[in-house]
């Protein structure tokens, strides 16, 4: 007796190799696709650090002609853009070197063009014949420092 033995050919294993390889390909893609988004926005990050820092460094101000009126009483401080980038100068701070008292003044209408200049005048009760030392701080966060002393 001769057995004839039929055999059916699946395409279980050509379907399951093709539905694995199509996964694969999918989470390659998604993997792909993230570190793309992922590394566009460090690049956005990293240019914009870059280019705040440049910034800064490129900020330059010139206090001078400051005076102390006895009218008021108050402090006329005149300062100049003397760097390559626009600046705003968000606050200035005041300090009686004898005694240590601070007075801080805010400014939100202080922005200063390349070459240009900004004069404040601002209350501020001064005591004769004292050292102060004057602090501009701008936008980024520059600093920039002088000493006077009142008539």
């Known amino acids: 007796m001769h057995l004839h033995?039929?055999?059916?050919?699946?395409?279980?294993?050509?379907?399951?190799g093709a539905i694995l390889l199509s996964a694969v390909a999918v989470m390659g893609i998604m993997i792909v696709a993230w570190a793309n988004s992922n590394l566009t926005k460090h690049q956005q990050d990293l240019d914009s650090t870059f280019s705040d820092n440049y910034n800064k460094i490129n900020?330059?101000?010139l206090i001078e002609h400051v005076?102390?009126?006895?009218?008021?009483?108050?402090?006329?401080?005149?300062?100049?853009?003397?760097?390559?980038?626009?600046?705003?100068?968000?606050?200035?701070?005041?300090?009686?070197?004898?005694s240590s008292q601070t007075?801080?003044?805010?400014?939100?209408?202080?922005?200063?063009?390349?070459?240009g200049m900004l004069s404040i005048i601002e209350n501020f009760?001064?005591?004769?014949?004292?050292?102060?030392d004057i602090l501009v701080t701008t936008g980024r966060d520059s600093q920039f420092k002088t000493q006077v002393v009142s008539p």
């Open 59 to 61: 900020e330059k101000i």
């Open 67 to 98: 005076w102390f009126n006895s009218v008021g009483p108050t402090i006329n401080m005149t300062m100049n853009n003397i760097g390559t980038v626009g600046l705003n100068v968000t606050s200035i701070q005041i300090t009686n070197i004898t």
């Open 103 to 115: 007075y801080s003044f805010i400014h939100t209408d202080g922005g200063i063009t390349t070459g």
């Open 5 to 16: 033995k039929k055999t059916k050919r699946g395409l279980s294993s050509i379907v399951t």
């Open 125 to 132: 009760g001064w005591v004769a014949d004292t050292p102060y």
